[in-house]
Every structure is written in C-alpha cells, then in structure tokens.
C-alpha cells in the first residue's frame, strides 16, 4: 500500500507517462520505500521534490540515418533523458537494443538518480540510446551510427553537462566511435565527456571490469553480514556481456563455482564451473553465440531456449536484462538453495520475484546499489581526466572495493534507521532519494 501522497503522485506519473510500463515500475518501486520519509521530512512534501524528481529535466529524441554495407538508408530514433543533475553533471549509459523506446529509456534514467547518489560521487542522473541493433552489423555500419547518433547528441553533452558511457550494446568499440566524431565535431579533446573510453586514449582501469566486480563486492558483503563467504558456493549468472563476464571472473576469483551463464538464445551449463578465457573468446574476441561455448568444451551443455534460472544456485547473479525473473522463477530459486542475489542488470527481478526473495528472507541486494559500481568507476574515470592523471589498475579496484563497502553498510544502516533490518531496497531508495532531495531543496525551485 502506497502512502496517500504518494498514491496521488503515482496515479499523475502513470497519466502523464502512458504506456511506458517499465518507468512506471521504476517509479513505483521507489515511492513504495520512501513513505516513511516523508514523516520525517514534511519539509519534501512541501517543495513538491517527488513529483519534480518524477518529471525529467530534459528529454531529447533525434532521428539517426546512416548507411548500411548494402548502400541502403537506415532510419534509427536516438535518446537522451537528462533526468536530474542535483549532485553533478547528468551521468548515465547508452543502450543500443531494438527493444528501446523512451519508457525503458526513462526507467534506466529514474534508476540512474539513486544509484548515483548512493555511490556518494558528484553525478546527476540520466540515460540514453536508441533502437538500433548491433547484432550481425559490421564495424563499419557500427561507425556509421555511432557517427551520425553523435551528430545530434553532441550539443547536448559536455563534461559538466551531462557525460554519456555504455550500456546494453554499447562497449570500447562504441564508445570510441563516439568520442571520435564528439572530438572531430567540436575540436576539442574533451576527455571527460564520456567515460568507458580505451585505455589509450583517456579510458581508466577498472572501468571494463568494474561493473561486474563491484556486483560481486556488494554480494560479498551481504554474504559476511551474513557470517558466510563465496569460497565454494555454486553461482549462477546471466548474460554473457560485459557485467557477466567480469562477474563471474571476479567470483572464480573469490573461490565460488559458476556452474552457468546465458545470452538470449539459451544458457550454458558447466558443472566444473565456466571457462573464461572460453567465454571470453567467444563472446568478445568473436562476438559469438554461447552455443559455441558447448561445441568446444566436452562436458558441458547448452539449453536453447530456455532462462538459465531453471539451473540451481545459492548465489544468483542477474546480468542481463530487466524482469528477467519472475515470481515463478524466483519460486523455483528459492526452493533450490538460494542465499543471495546481487542485480548486475537493472531492475531483472519483478515486483512479484522482489516479494519472493524477501519473504524468503535473501540476501537481496537491488541494481541500484549492486551495480553501482560501473557509475561509481565512471566517475573515477571523469576525476581522473580532470586532473590529466592515471591510476594504477590495483589502486582503482582497491577504491571500487570501498565505495562498495560504503554503499552495502549505507544501505543497511538506513534500512536499520527505519525499522527495516536487512531491507538492502529500502536501505538504497531511502539513502539515494535523500541526498537528492536535500540537494534539490538547497539549489531553490529549479
Ligand atoms: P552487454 O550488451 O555487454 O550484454 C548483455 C547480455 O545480456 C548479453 O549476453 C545479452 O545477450 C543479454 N541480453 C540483453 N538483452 C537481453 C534480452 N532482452 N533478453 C535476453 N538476454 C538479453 O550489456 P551489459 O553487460 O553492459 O549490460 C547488462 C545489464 O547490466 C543491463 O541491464 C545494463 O543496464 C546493466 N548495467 C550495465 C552497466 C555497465 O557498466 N555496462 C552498469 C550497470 C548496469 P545477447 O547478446 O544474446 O543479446
Ligand atoms: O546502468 C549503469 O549504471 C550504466 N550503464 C553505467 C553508467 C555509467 O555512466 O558508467
């Protein structure tokens, strides 16, 4: 049950945003754990905050033509939702998938808020994209669009404006297409304009991997509050892209057994635990598919078809994409041994799997502070351009590793605070929405 202002509030965002479901479950996730909040802070309610950080400071939506290898034309539609910058320039990824439209590019953008403020880092909130598919184009259709997308997003960006990075479709390759055409339009070598860049060229170690270990970070802090460890735990991942395949490095590393992975054609199955220099040359080096990974290596299976969380594990780790599980699957998880959850993706359980793992008392830790650590290492990336410095890889993972630390003990704490002991949703919407609030209130009606 919603607090009655809330309900209000929710019922406009659901008016004003028709069809856009995935926003309209982003929103409502975070109304439902700030009620107690507002009994606090009167003081909120009075300025409006929640309806204002419900409404997008900007929304842009451009056409994006380019040429494919045939000579054809291509129309695409590109976004940017520069949802608030409260606490610093809009910061937040670019997802190319033929799945995106703006309601999925304003649940990302919502997360983004919160997230960023848990990390504690000066960043604003705010996503991008476009509907383009990369799979099966080649580098040169991938330039091309990465060209003529930056055409237009170019004077909407800036490093103290808003600093784009990447997402779902968007890795290295990408990103230097993009800050190439950024840097040949304007003539400037803006380094902070956008973060995920090569390490050759202003990128920061770390940034590649950090998602993926900062996820498994969060889940070994949640396992020692928890008195317990990764060391031989049987784990389950899914996806196989950039937060996945550092996941699940950054397990192995930490001594826990990941017996499966997936893309959206099925999963793997490797009861001796994935090989990941396997996985890598696959899914990097040959921008595969994962049944290539069961042709190659005897034992294991790949299942087509079907959601890798029918496969039993006492940790799961969700890298792929939003409601990813469901009530059912969630069910299913429980009942094969499940202890914890950290959400690599955003927002990959449903409301009815949320209610699930919580009931059954996981350890639950939601993307917006599971997976905070890609963002978080974004922003040590724009630190490290803006004093032309470059740290060292153990330095960098060493700084991921507190901000983790920092976000999981926040998160606990204000769950405490608020009368929700080991509530890690409550403990991240209630954290992140009040550094924002307070910012909002100081900065006057902007
Ligand atoms: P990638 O594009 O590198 O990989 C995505 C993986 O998920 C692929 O294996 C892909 O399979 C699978 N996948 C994507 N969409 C779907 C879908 N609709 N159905 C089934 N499988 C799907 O993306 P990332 O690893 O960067 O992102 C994964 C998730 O993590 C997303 O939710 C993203 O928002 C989130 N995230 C990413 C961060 C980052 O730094 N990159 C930071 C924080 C969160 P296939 O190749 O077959 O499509
Ligand atoms: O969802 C996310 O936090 C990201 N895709 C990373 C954003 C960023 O700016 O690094």
């Known amino acids: ?29 975070v109304l439902d754990s700030i009620g107690p909040v507002l009994g606090k802070h009167p003081e909120y309610a009075e300025s409006k905050i929640i309806e204002r950080i419900c409404e997008p400071e900007r929304q842009i939506i451009f056409r994006v ?31 190319f998938h033929p799945s995106v439209y703006l309601g999925i590019v304003k649940f990302l953008g919502f997360e983004q808020i919160f997230k960023n403020s848990l990390t504690g880092l000066p960043i604003g909130g705010g996503k991008g994209g476009s509907d383009f598919d990369p799979k099966g184009r080649s580098d040169r259709e991938v330039m091309r669009f990465c060209q003529s997308f930056m055409t237009e997003l170019y004077r909407h960006i800036g490093e103290y404006t808003d600093v784009p990075a990447g997402d779902t479709g968007v890795g290295g390759r990408e990103i230097g ?7 040949r339009i304007t003539n400037r070598y803006e380094s902070g304009v956008i973060t995920g860049k090569g390490l050759v060229y202003g990128g920061a ?60 054609s099925g999963y793997v199955l490797d009861e001796k635990g994935i090989d990941l220099e396997l996985l890598k040359q696959i899914k990097q080096a040959e921008r595969g598919r994962l049944d290539a990974y069961a042709q190659r290596r005897d034992h294991a299976t790949f299942v087509s078809g079907r959601s890798v969380w029918e496969v039993p594990g006492e940790v799961a780790l969700p890298s792929a994409t939003q409601n990813e599980i469901t009530g059912e699957a969630a069910a299913a998880m429980v009942a094969g041994g499940l202890v914890a959850v950290g959400e690599g993706a955003n927002m990959p359980t449903t409301p009815e799997g949320i209610k699930v793992f919580q009931e059954a008392g996981i350890a639950y830790g939601p993307g917006k502070a599971a997976n905070a650590g890609g963002v978080a290492t ?57 550094r924002v609030a307070d910012a909002m209130l100081a900065l006057g009606l902007i």
């Not at 607090?3 to 069809?19: A, C, M, Q, T």
């Not at 033509?65 to 670019?94: C, H, T």
Request: glycine content about 10%; some cysteine; charged content about 25%.
């Open 65 to 95: 033509p380019w040429m494919d290898d045939q000579g054809q034309v291509q129309i695409n539609r590109g976004f940017r939702v520069e949802f608030n910058s409260a606490l610093g320039p809009y910061k937040g990824g670019l997802r």
């Open 1 to 29: 049950m919603l607090h009655e202002k809330l309900s209000s509030i929710y019922d406009n965002v659901l008016r004003r945003n028709p069809g856009e479901i995935e926003f309209h479950q982003a929103v409502r996730e």
């Open 205 to 264: 170690q770390v940034r590649t991997e950090a998602t993926g270990y900062g996820c498994v970070f969060f889940v070994d802090e949640m396992l020692k509050a928890r008195g317990t460890s990764f060391d031989g735990k049987r784990v389950v991942v899914s996806g196989s892209g950039n937060v996945a395949v550092y996941a699940i490095e950054k397990v192995e590393q930490l001594g826990g057994l990941v017996v499966a992975c997936s893309d959206s």
């Open 378 to 434: 974004s922003a040590l990336e724009m630190q490290q351009n803006a004093s032309r410095d470059s740290w060292t890889f153990e330095f960098s993972e060493q700084r991921l590793q507190e901000i983790m630390h920092d976000i999981h003990d926040r998160c606990l704490s204000t769950a405490d605070e608020y009368g929700m002991p080991g509530n890690y949703v409550a403990g991240a919407n209630i954290d992140g929405f009040r």
């Open 177 to 183: 297409y993009l800050f190439g055409q950024y840097k």
